[in-house]
């Protein structure tokens, strides 16, 4: 048996080849046993030796040599020249005021791109296009049916043709008379209906007339608008004619044969979804939730107490806390993360809540000042301003109107109000038998908007997730789930809310260090614990979880689905 190889033996020096293997050196990937370090060091005095214990080989970067001086390591990267280069060449001048990085740098990027690279090759694309490949080979099978069909047909004609060309020419002319009446039907219809919303439009102009100048309070009250059912204007039908392509009557016995074509179209085939219905092009891909979420990374914020986070991209965060400052983060995973600017509050009061809207605006409600403010190209603007109430939390919806949570001056009322172009649009307060839905009192209230369009705030007053459908209709609360199996069992104190693609709804709690996640309708699906005080909630496209940590001071980045 050879005691090199054998599986039975330990591994051996490469040098004396009958010590015991306990040094490796990274530069040369030899393995040494102590006595013979020095005599490896003195065999090619051209290299630098990275000698490391047996344990910790491969730890030793191995930089690349340096092109333009020999026996030099570059351990720095030109990001101008996209070349590595060594101190020699530094010292040279050839790259003053250049861009440089860390080459480690520049290979953790690397790694980073071809990790990401090679998952997209081995889970998409390679699969996607075996899907393709069979979709085409299906393709080949229908089309030699539908050509041996298309041969039949042609066969079969020709032998009709002779006795049953009068019935054919009777029978296309009651085809264009049927399909003339069905398309005057339905013009007719459309008008008549258009018309109709004309003379209505008509009547609600002439019974809003009097509203103008009246000063009679019951008289105006009265008046209802209708206008939100014309904004969505009639749909434009446009009929299209059928086409009669006669026959010549030598050659061709009533029939051509029109062209075969093979079209191309880039946008054919999807990475996610090869073949999609009507109802699913609109739907996002399904995602599980993982078994472990998993911290990507904590962004330390500065605040002494952080409260609110809002994602502007996958790349850049926005959070608020004590203080008037509110702060964007770049959050690249490759890099610490970094604050790039900050926009003081228009009052210097903290803001009480932040988002960011459809287009991209930061806003924050400031309840001290009663205001609702925009922040756009870093100028500051108050666009809402509130008498006798005060707003607590704001979001955007997927319209671009804005939904805020207000409190009375008293405390003895909370409501929901959506606004569409900063103009009061809808209030959200009672239920159907005309009780409150919101607990009373100044307590930490969050709201979000779901994919379906539900309505959903975190009532820490009541403890409670309470959910209304888009046209302010209670549809659930959720009060929480017993942990039988953890000693982490406190009353349920909500704060933050946010969903995400699945339509699951995400609540802070901060009494058991948790976040909750609840479906669409209101059932459990599990919690998520690696957290500590959450407050503020938000997600990015990716689905990723952003976690205000109140205790730690840090915004905490989670990846929670599959």
Same mark, same amino acid.
């Given at each position: 048996?050879?005691?090199?190889?054998?599986?039975?033996?330990?591994?051996?020096?490469?040098?004396?080849?009958?010590?015991?293997?306990?040094? /490796?050196?990274?530069?040369?990937?030899?393995?040494?046993?102590?006595?013979?370090?020095?005599?490896?060091?003195?065999?090619?005095?051209? @290299?630098?030796?990275?000698?490391?214990?047996?344990?910790?080989?491969?730890?030793?970067?191995?930089?690349?040599?340096?092109?333009?001086?020999?026996?030099?390591?570059?351990?720095?990267?030109?990001?101008?020249?996209?070349?590595?280069?060594?101190?020699?060449?530094?010292?040279?001048?050839?790259?003053?005021? /250049?861009?440089?990085?860390?080459?480690?740098?520049?290979?953790?990027?690397?790694?980073?791109?071809?990790?990401?690279?090679?998952? *997209?090759?081995?889970?998409?694309?390679?699969?996607?296009?075996?899907?393709?490949?069979?979709?085409?080979?299906?393709?080949?099978?229908?089309?030699?049916?539908?050509?041996?069909?298309?041969?039949?047909?042609?066969?079969?004609?020709?032998?009709?043709?002779?006795?049953?060309?009068?019935?054919?020419?009777?029978?296309?002319?009651?085809?264009?008379?049927?399909?003339?009446?069905?398309?005057?039907?339905?013009?007719?219809?459309?008008?008549?209906?258009?018309?109709?919303?004309?003379?209505?439009?008509?009547?609600?102009?002439?019974?809003?007339?009097?509203? $103008?100048?009246?000063?009679?309070?019951?008289?105006?009250?009265?008046?209802?608008?209708?206008?939100?059912?014309?904004?969505?204007?009639?749909?434009?039908?446009?009929?299209?004619?059928?086409?009669?392509?006669?026959?010549?009557?030598?050659? *061709?016995?009533?029939?051509?044969?029109?062209?075969?074509?093979?079209?191309?179209?880039?946008?054919?085939?999807?990475?996610?979804?090869?073949?999609? %219905?009507?109802?699913?092009?609109?739907?996002?891909?399904?995602?599980?939730?993982?078994?472990?979420?998993?911290?990507?990374?904590? $962004?330390?914020?500065?605040?002494?107490?952080?409260?609110?986070?809002?994602?502007?991209?996958?790349?850049?965060?926005?959070? %608020?806390?004590?203080?008037?400052?509110?702060?964007?983060?770049?959050?690249?995973?490759?890099?610490?993360?970094?604050?790039?600017?900050?926009?003081?509050?228009?009052?210097?009061?903290?803001?009480?809540?932040?988002?960011?809207? @459809?287009?991209?605006?930061?806003?924050?409600?400031?309840?001290?000042?009663?205001?609702?403010?925009?922040?756009?190209?870093?100028?500051?603007?108050?666009?809402?301003?509130?008498?006798?109430?005060?707003?607590?939390?704001?979001?955007?919806?997927?319209?671009?109107?804005?939904?805020?949570?207000?409190?009375?001056?008293?405390?003895?009322?909370?409501?929901?109000?959506?606004?569409?172009?900063?103009?009061?649009?809808?209030?959200?307060?009672?239920?159907?038998?005309?009780?409150?839905?919101?607990?009373?009192? %100044?307590?930490?209230?969050?709201?979000?908007?779901?994919?379906?369009?539900? $309505?959903?705030?975190?009532?820490?007053?009541?403890?409670?997730?309470?959910?209304?459908?888009?046209?302010?209709?209670?549809?659930?609360?959720?009060?929480?789930?017993?942990?039988?199996?953890?000693?982490?069992?406190?009353?349920?104190?909500?704060?933050?809310?946010?969903?995400?693609?699945?339509?699951?709804?995400?609540?802070?709690?901060?009494?058991?260090?948790?976040?909750?996640?609840?479906?669409?309708?209101?059932?459990?699906?599990?919690?998520?614990?690696?957290?500590?005080?959450?407050?503020?909630?938000?997600?990015?496209?990716?689905?990723?979880?952003?976690?205000?940590?109140?205790?730690?001071?840090?915004?905490?980045? $989670?990846?929670?689905?599959?």
């Amino acid at each position: 048996m050879n005691p090199r190889t054998s599986a039975q033996d330990v591994l051996r020096c490469d040098l004396c080849e009958t010590a015991v293997v306990q040094m /490796h050196c990274d530069t040369c990937l030899v393995n040494l046993c102590k006595a013979c370090v020095g005599e490896h060091m003195l065999s090619d005095e051209s @290299k630098k030796h990275e000698v490391v214990k047996f344990s910790l080989r491969k730890s030793t970067p191995l930089y690349p040599g340096c092109k333009s001086h020999d026996k030099e390591r570059c351990e720095m990267y030109c990001n101008q020249c996209d070349i590595p280069v060594c101190n020699s060449c530094l010292a040279s001048k050839q790259h003053l005021g /250049h861009e440089l990085s860390k080459i480690l740098q520049v290979l953790e990027k690397k790694k980073y791109t071809i990790i990401r690279e090679r998952i *997209e090759l081995n889970d998409t694309i390679y699969p996607t296009y075996h899907v393709i490949a069979s979709d085409v080979q299906n393709r080949m099978s229908q089309l030699e049916k539908e050509y041996e069909d298309l041969s039949t047909a042609i066969t079969k004609h020709g032998m009709d043709c002779y006795r049953e060309i009068d019935k054919l020419v009777k029978k296309l002319k009651a085809e264009v008379d049927q399909m003339k009446s069905t398309q005057f039907k339905t013009l007719q219809k459309h008008l008549d209906e258009i018309n109709k919303k004309i003379s209505n439009i008509q009547d609600d102009i002439k019974s809003t007339e009097f509203a $103008i100048d009246t000063y009679d309070m019951s008289e105006l009250l009265s008046v209802t608008s209708n206008v939100h059912m014309y904004r969505k204007l009639p749909e434009k039908l446009v009929p299209s004619l059928p086409k009669f392509i006669p026959g010549k009557i030598l050659g *061709e016995i009533f029939g051509t044969l029109t062209s075969s074509s093979l079209t191309s179209d880039e946008h054919g085939y999807s990475m996610t979804t090869i073949h999609k %219905s009507t109802d699913a092009a609109s739907s996002p891909p399904v995602k599980q939730l993982l078994d472990e979420p998993q911290t990507i990374i904590n $962004i330390r914020t500065g605040y002494g107490h952080p409260y609110n986070v809002a994602c502007l991209s996958d790349e850049e965060i926005w959070a %608020s806390g004590t203080g008037n400052l509110m702060k964007l983060f770049s959050i690249n995973e490759l890099e610490e993360p970094q604050q790039l600017k900050s926009i003081r509050t228009k009052s210097g009061n903290s803001p009480s809540d932040i988002a960011v809207t @459809k287009s991209g605006d930061l806003v924050y409600t400031d309840y001290d000042d009663r205001t609702v403010n925009f922040v756009n190209n870093e100028k500051t603007k108050n666009v809402i301003r509130l008498r006798n109430w005060k707003p607590r939390s704001v979001c955007g919806t997927s319209s671009g109107d804005l939904l805020i949570i207000m409190e009375s001056d008293d405390d003895k009322q909370i409501k929901v109000v959506s606004y569409s172009d900063f103009a009061e649009k809808q209030t959200i307060q009672f239920d159907d038998v005309g009780k409150p839905l919101y607990s009373t009192g %100044s307590y930490d209230r969050f709201i979000t908007e779901n994919r379906n369009l539900d $309505i959903c705030v975190s009532d820490s007053g009541a403890k409670a997730v309470v959910v209304v459908n888009q046209a302010g209709k209670l549809r659930f609360r959720y009060t929480g789930h017993s942990r039988t199996t953890s000693s982490n069992n406190e009353p349920i104190s909500l704060r933050g809310i946010i969903t995400d693609s699945q339509s699951h709804i995400l609540t802070a709690d901060y009494n058991n260090d948790c976040v909750h996640i609840i479906d669409q309708d209101g059932q459990f699906l599990r919690y998520i614990d690696c957290v500590i005080y959450p407050w503020g909630l938000c997600t990015d496209t990716n689905d990723n979880l952003f976690v205000v940590q109140w205790g730690s001071r840090h915004v905490k980045k $989670i990846k929670y689905l599959q």
